[in-house]
C-alpha cells in the first residue's frame, strides 16, 4: 500500500513538473548544483529562480541539485543563479552576497565552497602592480564601459523622445522611439551589473511595449499618454544606472486632468513635453539624480 502511495506522488509530481515546463516556450533544461540544506532552502530557492512562462527551478534537498528550464531567448542559466546567489544561496558559478548569506536562518546556512561573487566588481591596479597584465586590464575596463553604453543609449533616446514632444512633433517623436526600442532590444542584460541587471528585468518588457506604442503611431496625445508610462519605469532604472551627467526628475501637475505626469531630463530648467509650447515651463524639478 504504501508503495502504491509513493508511486502515485512521484506520478503526480513528474505530471506538475511536465505541465510547468510545457508553459515555456523555446524550453532549455540544465542541471546544476545549488548549496542548501533544507526545505526552508528548497521554497526560497525555487521562488528566487522561478519566472512564470520563463524560466523553472526544480531543487533536490538530498542531492543539491538543481533542474533549471528556461526560455533561451528570455534569459539564461547564468541569470536564474544570479537571483538565486541574491537570495542567499551559493552555485558552482556564482556566490551570494556575504551579508545576504549571513541572514539566512541557522539550519540554511551551508557549507560554502563557491569562487565567484554574484556580483562581480573590477579593481584598479596600482602603480606596484606587475605592468605585464595592463593590456588585460584595459580590456576588462573596456568591456564594463561598453556595458554601461548598453543602458546610456537607451537613456539617450528617451531623451530624443522627450525633446520631440516637448515640440509636438508626432513625425519626429515616432522617428525617436523606433531608435529607443532598437536601444533597448540590444541590450545583453547578461552583462550588466547585478543591480542594474535586476532593476532592468523588472521594467524591460513595459518599457518596450510603451516604446513601440510611441513608435507605432503619429498622434501626439496618444504618445504623451505612453511616455508617462515609460517614464515612471526609466526613473525606476535611472535610480541605480548612474548616467554620465545629472539628471532631474520634473513633475507638471496639469497632466491627465490634474493626476499629474513626470519626466527626465538631462536640463534643470523646465520644458515641458505633455503641453510643449502651449504650457512649456509648466512643472518643477523635484528630484536631482546623480
Same mark, same amino acid.
Request: proline fraction near 2%; glycine fraction near 4%.
Given at each position: ?14 505530471l ?42 526544480d531543487?533536490?534537498?538530498?542531492t543539491? @541539485? ?6 533561451? +531567448?528570455?534569459? *539564461? !542559466?547564468? $541569470?536564474?543563479?544570479?537571483? =538565486? ?21 541557522g ?17 584598479? @591596479? ?6 605585464? +597584465?595592463?593590456? *588585460? !586590464?584595459? $580590456?576588462?575596463?573596456?568591456? =564594463? ?6 543602458l ?10 522627450k525633446?520631440?514632444l ?8 515616432t ?20 543591480d542594474v ?6 521594467v ?15 498622434d501626439?496625445?496618444i504618445?504623451?499618454?505612453?511616455f508617462?508610462t ?6 525606476s ?28 531630463s ?9 503641453y510643449?509650447?502651449?504650457m ?5 524639478t ?5
Open positions: 500500500m504504501k508503495n502504491s502511495f509513493m508511486k502515485i506522488m512521484i506520478a503526480i509530481t513528474v506538475l513538473s511536465t505541465t510547468s515546463n510545457a508553459q515555456i516556450k523555446n524550453a532549455k533544461t540544465e542541471n546544476v548544483k545549488i548549496h542548501g540544506n533544507c526545505g526552508m532552502c528548497e521554497t526560497k530557492i525555487e521562488k528566487a529562480g522561478n519566472i512564470k512562462k520563463i524560466a523553472n527551478v531543487w533536490n534537498q538530498d543539491q @541539485m538543481a533542474t533549471i528550464t528556461f526560455d533561451a +531567448t528570455k534569459t *539564461n !542559466q547564468d $541569470e536564474v543563479l544570479k537571483r =538565486i546567489a541574491l537570495v542567499g544561496y551559493d552555485s558552482d558559478k556564482f556566490l551570494a552576497p556575504d551579508d545576504v548569506y549571513s541572514n539566512l536562518h539550519c540554511c546556512q551551508y557549507e560554502r565552497v563557491a569562487k565567484i561573487p554574484a556580483k562581480e566588481t573590477t579593481t584598479a @591596479m596600482t602603480s606596484n602592480e606587475d605592468h605585464s +597584465t595592463h593590456g *588585460n !586590464q584595459a $580590456e576588462a575596463t573596456t568591456k =564594463i564601459v561598453q556595458n554601461d553604453n548598453q546610456k543609449s537607451v537613456f539617450d533616446n528617451y531623451f530624443l523622445v525633446d520631440a516637448i515640440a509636438s512633433n508626432g513625425n519626429n517623436t522617428a525617436a522611439a523606433k531608435e529607443l526600442v532598437l536601444s533597448i532590444n540590444t541590450v545583453k542584460m547578461e552583462k550588466l551589473e547585478m541587471h535586476m532593476a532592468w528585468m523588472e524591460v518588457n513595459t518599457i518596450k511595449k510603451n516604446a513601440e506604442n510611441i513608435a507605432n503611431t503619429k501626439v496625445k504618445q504623451r499618454d505612453n508617462t515609460l517614464s515612471k519605469d526609466m526613473y532604472l535611472i535610480k541605480v544606472f548612474k548616467y554620465e551627467t545629472p539628471v532631474y526628475y520634473q513633475f507638471c501637475p496639469m497632466y491627465n486632468e490634474g493626476a499629474g505626469a513626470n519626466w527626465l538631462k536640463e534643470n530648467a523646465v520644458k515641458n513635453p505633455y510643449g509650447s502651449m512649456l515651463s509648466c512643472g518643477k523635484v528630484e536631482t539624480i546623480k
